[in-house]
């Protein structure tokens, strides 16, 4: 867990909300790379019922969560553009 609630990466996608997400994956085998980007909007939640459903998919997900929940503030990106590429 993060010792602090007050990230950097959330601090700053409240100043700048323009966000992109790059998820890639490598293999020796080149012929099995791909990649995915998103771009969108982020939005910080501090509260209310959008970051409670975050927090709970979390928790079913991962065990380890359900002892101890995570807390803090969600970041949720309003994705507005999809790219992918794969080899």
Same mark, same amino acid.
């Given at each position: 867990?993060?010792?602090?609630?007050?990230?950097?990466?959330?601090?700053?996608?409240?100043?700048?909300?323009?966000?992109?997400?790059? #998820?890639?994956?490598?293999?020796?085998?080149?012929?099995?790379?791909?990649?995915?980007?998103?771009?969108?909007?982020?939005?910080?939640?501090?509260?209310?019922?959008?970051?409670?459903?975050?927090?709970?998919?979390?928790?079913?997900?991962?065990?380890?969560?359900?002892?101890?929940?995570?807390?803090?503030?969600?970041?949720? #990106?309003?994705?507005?553009? #999809?790219?992918?590429?794969?080899?």
């Amino acid at each position: 867990p993060k010792r602090s609630s007050r990230l950097r990466r959330i601090e700053n996608a409240r100043a700048r909300p323009d966000v992109t997400i790059l #998820v890639d994956h490598y293999e020796e085998d080149w012929g099995r790379l791909w990649w995915i980007r998103l771009r969108g909007r982020a939005r910080v939640l501090d509260d209310g019922e959008e970051r409670e459903h975050a927090l709970r998919l979390l928790e079913e997900k991962y065990p380890q969560y359900r002892s101890e929940p995570p807390d803090g503030p969600v970041l949720a #990106v309003d994705v507005t553009e #999809v790219r992918v590429w794969s080899a």
